[in-house]
């Protein structure tokens, strides 16, 4: 059997775009769009990689043991944040949509439901495997932090199951979201980002929408505790609607945080007070994958609040995009973000590319190390935020932080 070259089989994964003579611009609200698409998913089988990633950090223990050096066990944080970026710059970016005859038959397809589902058990063994590594291997504190980072990393990714499962409106896949963020412990996540960020997403209101201007940093201290307060706010809404107090055994968050206590609890005592605090620190990286994607999903980006004060409905322009092979078939295709917020409940498998909306230079785990230099972030992302057809160099389209609009202005104005 001959192996295919990677010039060949991004070929063989890369379909033609083809697109109305608008150039793919909004018409009565909607993006036009005429792709080209085979009927049959040409990813069907790549998407395997989405529930195998969770479980590839188990790679650096098994190092460990074949060699004895702590340095091994680094090897899911260079997978992370240094082999998924290349991987993204070699295999390059996949344009091709879904052709309009085969959505309802991508939607129905049970095969890319079952993905989803088996991803779910993944996310556990990861986190049990390194919480017990850590419990009876004698190593250095800075490999246990090392092993934190890492398995926060790839919790991380656990939100992200989550996000594709809390969408849709089976009632199974709502629970198996609800018992996946109980390995980041992020049980607020769905009915906050469902209720709250999919409402106010692209306005000043949103916690979790970053400004122009604004550091990751400075984001961090804004959007943690907002979509924490704002998910709860929204849960004890639900709940009074039905005529339940907060504190009921039907809150769909306490559910989740009590999975998440027993894990960590039971973890602790068999293990000790070190698992105790790898658990702590993997849990907080995990939350500031969240951060990191929220942060470049939305820069900059604003909607236009119409004069009975209310905001037009969120549109594909609305999101940063990117059509990254690797990194979407790993993340569910969450860079398909533009769809994804225009129509929240399509599955993962027939999100659609557009013409004319804000693209991101590569992936997600590329974005990720240039957000984390601001002054490279801004360089990058500034001036290809006012370049967008939407805002054209037009400051008032963009959502700025207060602290730093003055200085913009006077940069850009």
Known sequence: MKWLSLTALHKLLSVKLTIYPNGGKMSNNTYQLEPSGRSLDSKRYLWLASPILPLLPLLGLWFYHLTASEWVLAFPLVLSYIGLPLLDLIFGEDESNPADSAIEQLENDSYYRWLTYLTVPTHFI??????????????SIAAVIVLALSSGAFSGLAI????????????????????????PFYGHFCIEHNRGHHRDVATPEDPASSRMGESIYRFMIREIPGTLKRGWNAEIERLARLNLPPLSFRNHILQSYFISI???????LIYGWLVLLFLMIQTSWAWFQLTSANYIEHYGLLRERMEN???????????????SLASNVVLFQLERHSDHHANPTRRYQSLRN??????????????????YIPALWFKIMDKRLLATPNINGDLSKVNIDPAQRQKIYAKYA
């Open 262 to 268: 027993l894990i960590y609890l039971v973890l602790t």
């Open 126 to 139: 990861s986190l049990f495997a390194f919480a017990i590594f850590v419990g009876t291997t004698p190593v």
């Open 309 to 323: 004060g209310r905001y037009e409905s969120c549109k594909p322009h609305h999101s940063w995009n990117a059509n």
């Open 160 to 183: 992200n199951t989550a996000h594709e499962l809390g969408h849709k409106k089976s009632r199974f896949e709502k629970a198996l979201a609800r018992i996946t963020l109980a390995v």
């Open 354 to 371: 557009f013409a004319g909306i804000p693209q991101l230079p590569t992936g997600y785990f590329g974005m990720y190390l240039v957000a």
